[in-house]
């Protein structure tokens, strides 16, 4: 008797066994060797406490960052137009900013995107059901990937707490991307009111020495920040602000930064970590104000773009002092300092409303542009109110692209 039960337990054991294997074929055939439609990956985490170029006990090389792709474009899609790379990074309540800001990017632009959020593991779920319930038709014109938040570990605790939780990841985009040559950085708290492939396009105006691109921090010098109260060096007369930014990220890899610690220029990854030590009792906005650094002793990397395409409310609290918006309307709205979700400048935050409510396959006159122009009237009390035409001027032509775009559909 006790042979035959062992005989059956040793059977149904090799049966288990059997069929996850066939499971696990099958999963794996469909998902990785498959042909249409979403393809679904997922890399297990390293070890963030492992050195960069270190290697674990198979020989495989680890490195200080965590990687998280959870859904990317088909073998199917090889052969199109290679797509823009969108980077932002949410921590803490971040996560419906983010979100809002994702669905501006993928509702204006034109061209295939590919959304890159790194995020503090607890989040990421909560991203994938959002952007999974996003309707079949808007998911097949974006990709996206999501990323754990992690610093090289022997400074990861002073880096994470540098100006707000997170924000200095940014700095190390360029060594934790190193599959893209470009990506557009934005911070949650952005909302596009025009195509991204406009700022796209900035990348082909790039001279030859040019790496990144971003707006300067203000256009009046006389109630600028950097200029009257900096403890460091800065770019230019007002310095730069950083909360869009385009990056050639292999020019960034490549270059040789000057700096005012050696005599010698430094790798992107050779600088960071004895700038923050050097400065870090100088500096007040964090990672801005080591960019600021950087590009002042390296101008000549750095192209400016107008501010249209970073409009925050020091353009307009004091009256309107952003030339290229009042000629052409904005392009990006900023909402920094929280201004999306407090009453201090109720024109953005009926900006962020208006997209953050809007439906997606809903007329989007009718849908997004009327309510918020309804909105926008009860705005004129405030000076940025009172500069609200600015803030529709853009939008108007990209919400005609969408009826053009499911009209061509």
Request: aromatic fraction near 14%; include cysteine.
């Amino acid at each position: 008797m006790r042979r035959y039960l062992r005989a059956l337990l040793l059977c149904m054991v090799f049966a288990v066994f059997s069929g996850f294997y066939f499971y696990t074929k099958l999963f794996y055939s469909h998902t990785l060797d498959g042909g249409l439609g979403t393809k679904r990956i997922f890399v297990p985490p390293r070890d963030p406490g492992a050195r960069q170029g270190a290697t674990d006990e198979t020989g495989t090389q680890t490195h200080w960052y965590n990687r998280y792709i959870m859904r990317q474009q088909s073998h199917a899609d090889s052969t199109a137009e290679p797509p823009m790379h969108l980077v932002v990074v949410a921590c803490g309540s971040r996560l419906e900013e983010t979100m809002t800001m994702v669905k501006s990017a993928v509702l204006f632009s034109m061209k295939q995107l590919c959304v890159h959020i790194f995020a503090e593991d607890q989040l990421h779920a909560s991203f994938m059901e959002a952007l999974e319930s996003w309707p079949d038709s808007v998911q097949t014109r974006f990709n996206y990937s999501l990323y754990s938040i992690s610093f090289p570990s022997e400074n990861a605790a002073e880096w994470k707490k540098l100006f707000k939780p997170c924000a200095s990841q940014r700095l190390f985009l360029p060594l934790i991307l190193k599959s893209l040559d470009s990506a557009v950085y934005v911070d949650s708290d952005i909302i596009f009111l025009q195509p991204v492939d406009k700022l796209w396009s900035f990348l082909s105006r790039f001279n030859s020495s040019q790496l990144a691109a971003m707006a300067p921090e203000h256009e009046e010098p006389r109630i600028a920040w950097y200029n009257r109260f900096a403890r460091h060096p800065f770019y230019g007369r007002t310095g730069i602000n950083s909360g869009v930014m385009l990056m050639n990220m292999t020019r960034m890899r490549k270059a040789f930064f000057r700096n005012d610690m050696t005599t010698v220029g430094l790798r992107w990854e050779e600088l960071l970590m004895p700038l923050l030590q050097k400065y870090k009792l100088n500096i007040t906005w964090g990672d801005q104000d080591l960019l600021n650094i950087i590009f002042h002793y390296n101008p000549d990397f750095l192209l400016e773009f107008p501010c249209q395409w970073n409009y925050r409310p020091d353009h307009c609290i004091y009256g309107s002092n952003c030339a290229s918006a009042e000629e052409e309307g904005v392009y990006i709205l900023h909402g920094n300092r929280g201004v999306f979700h407090d009453g201090k400048q109720p024109a953005f935050r009926a900006v962020y409303e208006a997209i953050r409510k809007y439906s997606f396959g809903t007329d989007p006159v009718s849908g997004l542009l009327d309510p918020l122009e309804e909105q926008l009237l009860k705005t004129t009390h405030t000076y940025c109110g009172k500069s609200h035409p600015l803030f529709t001027k853009r939008l108007v032509h990209s919400l005609a692209n969408i009826n053009n775009m499911a009209v061509g559909g």
